[in-house]
């Protein structure tokens, strides 16, 4: 069974920094995708970064200069660095993964979610 596993939220000040961290394990031949989305309660679940196994990312405009999104291929890790919080980032924030099982087609994976509160 592949499933994703994260770590790292928790309670910052403003300006300050967190890093969340998820691992992909089981039987996976390939990750296409990895990212992290985010969720306050009562709103859609939205997009905060992406990077592709080729290394190129996507951002949401509101975290650009940031936040920063990084892989690991060798150990199916993907990191998200938050810089400068701001109290509009608190969220659960949930890895996301496109991942390929040994001998199946891909499929989508999302973690179970870590709380990101920014409060003073």
């Known amino acids: 069974q592949v499933q994703l596993v994260e770590s790292g939220g928790g309670l910052v000040q403003p300006g300050g920094s967190l890093r969340l961290s998820c691992a992909a394990s089981g039987n996976i031949a390939e990750i296409y995708t990895m990212g992290w989305y985010r969720q306050d309660p009562g709103k859609q679940r939205e997009l905060v970064a992406t990077?592709?196994?080729?290394?190129?990312?996507n951002y949401a405009d509101s975290v650009k200069g940031r936040f920063t999104i990084s892989r690991n291929n060798a150990d199916n890790t993907v990191f998200l660095q938050m810089n400068s919080l701001k109290p509009e980032d608190t969220a659960v924030y949930y890895c996301?993964?496109?991942?390929?099982?040994?001998?199946?087609?891909?499929?989508?994976?999302w973690g179970q979610g870590t709380l990101v509160t920014v409060s003073s």
């Open positions: 990077i592709q196994n080729h290394g190129s990312t």
């Open positions: 996301y993964a496109s991942v390929r099982p040994r001998g199946r087609g891909y499929l989508q994976l």
